[in-house]
């Protein structure tokens, strides 16, 4: 039998986007020291459900340190610095927009020569382990500025996608957003030849933060017994690469998906309803799931 | 064929193994460990040739596949390429090594010094603009200046966003739809009263929803309407705040007086916002409240036959001295989730006198008739008004009721000094107006959605009531009176076909009964009959009569599957049904006449960030009560208009192109329209112009006219330095034919518009301005040819000192023409200093400093060409005070 337990709780707004943004007794690895932050605004020209044009857009965080790199959402590390207040008001835009923009948790250079994503298909969360892939990159002529840096054109293949970048040879490191890397300067725009991804810097800092990995992911639930929020952090589920590729695509992809998100879920699900003044946003397993989605613009094509 | 294909392949086997070079090593610290991540390259001049990274065990491996310098590179040849390996790490020092590579595979180790690399960092602001779906939401502090007070200043550094002299604002060339706080619509179209009395430092976020439809029935349907969301900060959230605001100062050795006061307070439920301001002294609260959205200012059938005399305006400067108060009252209450009542009540008063004078040339076929006047107009306005809205607006259903209950009690007089030509002799001219007209308002609306099917029935019940206008000419006595109760009924079904099609099938009833009456009084009426056939009353005219139009009006719509075309057209077709009666000649007059309308609209996205949209559309108009006032009216002491006693029917077709583009993430916008009208009427306008009098009246004949305009817009915002660019410009086109003189003239004009802004802000405490504005215009008659051209310059310069002080002066300066050949200039100066304190706004400003009393213009009506010499007024100094009082959450 379907059972759904609802709970509104209106217009509590900063410990609800607390225990929604994964801040208490979650367990934390630290992986290496951050040299230096970058952060990117990363944009999707998809459409809406009814069809229309439209492009999203979210700000990323590059966290590079000694062969590792972590890119995540800007806010989770903004977060996590516990500089909740360059947030702003409404925590919970970038979470509607991390779920829209299917936005994942990825590091690379661990283990090493390995990627590892967080993928996200509500109400579960996926740890995805691959063999970390260099594009590859041809340099182009042309040069361009990026925030001040002088930055290289070049141009790579990678999984299905041509991506025309511009690098920072200022900035040496291999390290870029997301899985694009191996450039002889940190890479500071990317966008694929459809013009669907862009990938472009906005800010950098010099600074020595911990680079963390999560063992698990928080959901919050509200307790019947003890009448309060709990959370409790619950393993990640694993897949393959070729396996989440495809259940992205089964889900993500399907037609039904923009216009109802939640077309796939069967069984018991328990929803956490958190009334804002912007509306409900409703949790499943600690993610966030949009009433109405976009048109699902895959990173990967193979 | 095994052998020729072995050997082929042992070629190429051997050219590749011949082509490669391999470059190894390893890379490690002082200590000898490891380092990883190191960026090694082989480069040759300035060209990258390969490049890669070490390992976790420092290790590294480069494959060249070709020479060096573009020749090829052999094992064992010698190459004439040196190449350089360059080893580059965040926390080493970079070194390199020269390299000629002789050896397949040439192996370099590398030890490398720490140094600590100092990147330039770049701090990362808050998002100025986030995008999600059609909505834009604007970080307001990202584009604040300093001196920026109100809302409204910070909205107008938004890109796209453009704010009127009035307050109205637009999004790339298009006014807004709504106007919300907090997701309500509290004011309605005066929104004025929002952005001129809120802090900029109390919104936090501006969201602008392109293709907006504020009823959420309407969530599937297309829209090009675009409305504005503003964001409270938690400052201004869920407690009361208010602004006292007054000010003293001097004009013309007059005292100067203002004082008001502003309290709000806005929480998720309900919103209330009352302000009240008086002031002698012109601009305070003056544009407060306006209403947008129209309709404040009604008219009425006496009240449009007899009209008032207007102020004289000028475009630089102010030329009108005005005392005006208000009180208004604003409380929405959100009932839950789709249920709300709003109340709106007002209450304006004010008083505005001017003074110029103007020497006219009116076209009179051969020698221009000349007539000088000076003018001083006094008009005195009270208006009350309330409203109140119930609006029950969900996703299945919708249900709105707008009654509103307004009056206006209005005073007006004009003396005017004439002098004609080869009369030395300037005569005055005394003229008065009173006027009272109450307008009773119902409006309701309502929606509801069974499965794809959507039924909606609309009423609208308007009554105006005119009881009396007065107008006294010297010894001319004209009035009149009139009452209208017009309605409007409609009822719409709609059905989707699918996911493309869509029907429309509204039906419509307007019915209207209309009275007017008018009395002139001449003491020397030239038809003793006709005063003795009335009674002693000389011009008497009584048409009164009723208007049913039933009409249809089927359309359909289709959108691609991609949704980016979109198509509606559809055929309105009404039977007009008229039956007037003029009581004072006992004449009926009756018509029944089918009407047909076609009207298509286009539009086409191109992608999220542009779209052009198309519309063209046919219609008829006809049947106005006015067209039977044949009597004579009075309407200043020299003219007198009468209608033909000819129904007037007019036919035009109107085609719009529209085409808009913005980069969101650049902060630019570009928009630009084009359009086309063409019209006929039966009836011709018709003037007499002599040295006494000016006598308009229309005739039975077709008249045509055509009109053509064009224009762009663009603005860019360069945040890094906080400026905005924009640019317009506008060029028109148009014919129209009247009779002048008993002579048929048709007159063509054209005209070019050109407007350029900058603010710039290039450094803190500096902020500039600039506009300049050219435009001319050319007339054109069979016999005459006219044009007449003006440049207008603004520019200001704020300094700020401190960050709390702001000292800003203004400078115009206009060059206009007065007559061909001949120019004038004016120059004006105005200076302000303003301090921000925590607390309050402290603001000393000087407008009119070099004290410039008049400035002449040209301009041109038709074919008459009058040359104004307006009087502005003198040197005026204020301090004002706004107090911020915030209450404790």
Request: with cysteine; aromatic share 10%; net charge positive.
């Amino acid at each position: 039998m379907k059972t759904k337990l609802t709970i509104i709780l209106a217009f509590v707004a900063s410990t609800m986007s607390a225990q929604m943004l994964t801040r208490g007794n979650e367990k934390l690895d630290t992986l290496c020291q951050t040299k230096f932050t970058a952060v990117y605004q990363y944009s999707i020209s998809t459409s809406d459900a009814e069809g229309h044009p439209v492009t999203d857009s979210i700000r990323l965080a590059l966290q590079v340190g000694d062969g590792v790199w972590k890119t995540w959402t800007y806010e989770r590390y903004l977060f996590q610095q516990q500089r909740d207040a360059e947030i702003g008001d409404d925590h919970f835009w970038f979470m509607h927009n991390e779920a829209l923009m299917h936005i994942a948790t990825t590091t690379v250079g661990y283990p090493e020569g390995k990627t590892i994503s967080l993928e996200s298909i509500p109400p579960l969360q996926y740890e995805v382990t691959e063999d970390t892939e260099t594009p590859t990159w041809k340099i182009v002529e042309g040069s361009d500025s990026v925030c001040g840096y002088l930055c290289q054109k070049a141009s790579g293949k990678f999984r299905g996608k041509t991506w025309n970048v511009l690098y920072a040879e200022g900035i040496p490191t291999a390290a870029g957003p997301w899985k694009l890397q191996g450039l002889p300067g940190l890479i500071t725009y990317a966008a694929d030849d459809e013009g669907i991804h862009t990938f472009k810097l906005i800010g950098i800092y010099q600074e020595a933060v911990p680079i963390t990995y999560s063992a698990g992911s928080m959901v919050s639930k509200f307790s019947m017994e003890e009448l309060r929020m709990i959370t409790t952090v619950i393993p990640y589920e694993t897949a393959t690469r070729e396996e989440m590729q495809k259940q992205k695509k089964n889900v993500f992809g399907n037609r039904l998906y923009p216009s109802n998100p939640r077309f796939y879920m069967t069984g018991s699900n328990e929803i956490l309803s958190v009334g804002q003044k912007s509306g409900n946003y409703q949790f499943m397993g600690g993610l966030y799931v949009p009433d109405k989605a976009h048109k699902y613009q895959p990173l990967e094509l193979k | 064929m095994k052998r020729s294909f072995f050997l082929i392949l042992c070629m190429a086997v051997s050219i590749v193994s011949l082509a490669q070079v391999k470059v190894t090593g390893r890379v490690v610290d002082l200590q000898n460990k490891p380092v990883s991540d190191v960026i090694v390259k082989l480069v040759s001049g300035t060209k990258t040739l390969a490049f890669t990274s070490t390992n976790a065990k420092g290790e590294y491996a480069l494959e060249l596949k070709g020479a060096p310098t573009g020749e090829r590179l052999r094992v064992g040849e010698r190459s004439s390429g040196m190449v350089s390996l360059q080893f580059n790490h965040i926390s080493y020092e970079k070194v390199s090594e020269r390299l000629t590579l002789k050896e397949r595979v040439t192996k370099v180790d590398m030890i490398l010094t720490p140094k600590n690399i100092s990147l330039k960092e770049v701090t990362v602001k808050p998002d100025p603009l986030r995008q999600q779906g059609d909505t834009l939401t604007y970080n307001l502090a990202s584009f604040l200046k300093k001196g920026d007070v109100t809302l409204e200043d910070g909205l107008k550094n938004l890109p796209g966003i453009s704010i009127s002299e009035s307050g109205a604002i637009s999004y790339m060339g298009k006014g807004i739809s709504n106007f919300y706080i907090g997701g309500l619509d509290m004011l309605g179209g005066r929104y004025n009263l929002a952005t001129k009395n809120i802090p900029a430092e109390y919104a936090t976020q501006v969201d602008i929803m392109k293709h907006h439809k504020h009823r959420k029935i309407d969530a599937d349907e297309e829209s090009d309407a675009v409305a504005i969301n503003i964001k409270l900060s938690n400052k201004a959230r869920f407690k009361p705040f208010g602004q006292p605001e007054f000010g003293v100062g001097a004009r013309e050795n007059k005292l100067l007086y203002a004082g008001g006061a502003t309290g709000m307070m806005f929480t998720d439920n309900f919103q209330l916002l009352a302000s009240a301001k008086y002031s002698n002294s012109g601009n305070f609260g003056l544009y407060d409240m306006v209403n947008h959205s129209g309709g404040d200012n009604f008219g009425s059938l006496a009240t449009d036959k007899l009209p008032a005399w207007g102020q004289v305006g000028s475009s630089v400067g102010e030329s009108v001295y005005r005392t005006n108060g208000y009180g208004s009252l604003n409380a929405i209450q959100k009932m839950d989730s789709v249920r709300l009542v709003r109340v709106n009540a007002d209450y304006t008063y004010e008083r505005m006198n001017s003074s110029a004078s103007s020497e006219a040339y009116y076209f009179a076929g051969g020698d221009n008739i000349y007539i000088a006047e000076s003018v001083n107009p006094l008009a005195k306005a009270h208006r009350p008004m309330f409203s109140v809205k119930f609006e029950n607006n969900a996703s299945n259903h919708y249900f709105s009721d707008i009654f509103s209950a307004k009056a206006q009690f209005l005073t007006n007089e004009s003396p005017i000094l004439t002098l004609t030509s080869g009369d030395n002799d300037a005569v005055q001219n005394s003229q008065h107006r009173d006027a009272t007209s109450i307008n009773l308002h119902n409006n309701f609306w309502g929606t509801i959605r069974m499965g794809k099917k959507k039924l909606s029935f609309t009423s609208n019940v308007d009554f105006i009531r005119t009881p009396k206008v007065l107008m006294l000419m010297n010894d001319i006595s004209q009035s009149g009176q009139s009452s209208q109760l017009n309605t409007r009924h409609s009822t719409s079904l709609q059905v989707k076909l699918g996911r493309k099609w869509r029907i429309d099938m509204p039906i419509e009833l307007t019915a209207n009964y209309n009275f007017i009456e008018t009395n002139l009084v001449k003491p020397d009426f030239a038809d003793q009959s006709q005063q003795k056939a009335t009674g002693g009353q000389a011009e008497l005219g009584n048409v009164s009569g009723w208007k049913l139009v039933p009409g249809v009006n089927p359309s359909t719509s289709w959108t691609s599957a991609d949704k980016k075309f979109y198509s509606s057209m559809g055929v309105n077709m009404k039977m007009l049904n008229l039956n007037y009666l003029s009581r004072y000649d006992n004449k009926r007059t009756t018509m029944s006449e089918v009407f047909v309308e076609p009207h298509i609209s286009l539009r086409y996205t191109f992608n999220a960030t542009s779209e052009m949209s198309f519309s063209s559309g046919f219609s008829n108009a006809a049947g106005d009560i006015m067209d039977l006032l044949t009597t004579p009216v009075q309407t200043s002491y020299r003219s007198t208009s009468a209608a033909s006693g000819v129904i007037g029917k007019s036919q035009s077709w109107s085609t719009n192109l529209r085409y808009t583009k913005q980069v969101p993430f650049s902060y630019f916008t570009f928009g630009a329209n084009a359009s086309y009208t063409q019209g006929k009427r039966n009836v011709l306008s018709s003037r007499t112009v002599s040295q006494t009098a000016t006598e308009s009246t229309s005739i039975f004949r077709d008249s045509h006219s055509r009109s053509a305009s064009g224009g762009f817009n663009a603005s860019k915002n360069i945040l890094s330095i906080f400026t905005k660019l924009s640019a317009n410009a506008n060029v028109s086109w148009g014919s129209s034919e009247y009779m002048m003189q008993n002579s048929l003239v048709t007159s063509y004009h054209t005209g070019y518009s050109v407007r350029l802004q900058a603010d710039i802000t290039p450094v803190p405490w500096l902020e500039t301005n600039i506009r300049g504005d050219y435009g001319k215009d050319f007339l054109r008659t069979m016999s005459s040819r006219q044009s007449s051209d003006n440049l207008r310059c603004t520019g200001s310069v704020a300094v700020f000192p401190i960050p709390s002080v702001e000292i800003r002066s203004t400078c115009n300066f206009m060059h206009n023409m007065v007559e061909p050949g001949k120019y004038k200039d004016a120059s004006m100066l105005s200076a302000s200093v303003q301090y921000k304190a925590k607390r309050a706004v402290w603001k000393l400003t000087g407008e009119n400093l070099l004290d410039v009393r008049q400035y002449t213009r040209t301009s041109f009506v038709d074919t008459d060409r009058f040359v104004h010499t307006t009087n502005l007024v003198g040197r005026t100094v204020m301090l004002t005070c706004k107090l911020l009082l915030a209450g404790k959450k």
